[in-house]
């Protein structure tokens, strides 16, 4: 008799054999990478929150300066005709700085529904409890994936206009050739008139921005180390996570952020069937957090089919949230 998997459980299975097929290529490549968006299990999620209330992590601050202080600006950009909309959050994560923008717009009475798309069915869940708790009357449709494949499933759900959330300077997250092919194909998945809220983390001091990401509490380094943890507990792998250490650099010319972790000595690492080899002092690539220039903004729309109609800056002028229409 063939045992048939309940779809919850297959869902599971693809979901496992995508992290494993993208952690071993990762890791046989040349040099070592592992995506940071698997960064965010339930641990990982916990840990970010703790990473945003840092002193040092001004980068949540900035944002919901501009969510919490200038709302109505937000609000005006995205909802200049005052036509129904989807309003759809990449990456959604808890939803705090949003949550203020989806208050107000509910408050005017505004015909739209909120989608949020985030890899993580945890934060998903918690952020669905806590949205129909504290704004009963929002209508919320939480879509758990990758981006694009969300993005075709919320299009399939409704033909009303889009607008796209994509905060925390998430499109940081990316090397700059990336941040491109991102910003085309997201416009590829997106109708004439639509647009796109998007924050940009800017150029500044690079000290404020190194002690950002390297806090001595060690709390990014434990954000970091925790995807071993991941690797070791869901795709039955070895790491020691003594053996390996968290370095940081910020190059103020690049505007590259860049997150590593060393391998403290020459060690095997076996994941599964398959044995991953380290030499000493070799790095796996963990993250990037790209900085930008206003001008550099300007281009990646141009070359990506978008055109700037707005912006609001933080108190500091640190951070921008930019919105973008396709053209």
């Known amino acids: 008799m063939n045992l048939r998997l309940h779809p919850d459980s297959q869902v599971k299975n693809d979901h496992i054999d995508g992290f494993r097929s993208d952690v071993l290529e990762g890791l046989h490549g040349n040099p070592k990478k592992l995506s940071s968006k698997y960064f965010y299990n339930k641990k990982g999620d916990h840990l970010f929150q703790k990473i945003m209330t840092m002193p040092e992590y001004y980068l949540t601050k900035s944002e919901l300066d501009i969510f919490k202080n200038k709302t109505a600006d937000l609000a005006n950009l995205i909802t200049p005709d005052n036509e129904p909309f989807d309003l759809i959050e990449l990456g959604a994560g808890d939803a705090m700085k949003s949550t203020f923008l989806l208050k107000y717009l509910v408050e005017k009475g505004t015909d739209f ?185 300007q281009e990646l729309s141009e070359k990506s089919g978008f055109k700037i109609i707005g912006e609001i800056k933080d108190s500091k002028k640190w951070f921008v949230d930019t919105v973008w229409q396709v053209k």
């Open 113 to 297: 529904s909120y989608m949020p798309i985030d890899i993580s069915g945890n934060i998903l869940s918690i952020l669905n409890k806590k949205l129909s708790q504290e704004i009963p009357t929002l209508k919320i449709i939480p879509l758990e994936g990758e981006y694009f494949e969300m993005l075709q499933k919320a299009a399939s759900l409704s033909s009303r206009r889009k607008v796209i959330l994509f905060l925390g300077s998430n499109i940081g997250n990316m090397s700059l050739e990336e941040t491109e092919n991102f910003c085309k194909d997201l416009n590829q998945n997106l109708a004439s008139d639509d647009v796109v809220l998007i924050g940009f983390d800017l150029k500044k001091n690079p000290h404020i921005i190194l002690n950002a990401y390297n806090d001595k509490e060690g709390i990014t380094a434990a954000f970091n180390l925790n995807l071993l943890t991941r690797i070791n507990t869901e795709l039955d792998a070895d790491f020691d996570l003594k053996e390996f250490q968290h370095y940081q650099t910020y190059d103020p010319v690049s505007g590259a952020c860049k997150s590593y972790l060393v391998s403290l000595k020459d060690q095997n690492v076996t994941i599964g069937n398959d044995l991953i080899s380290f030499k000493e002092n070799e790095l796996i690539d963990m993250e990037i957090s790209q900085k930008f220039s206003p001008e550099k903004i």
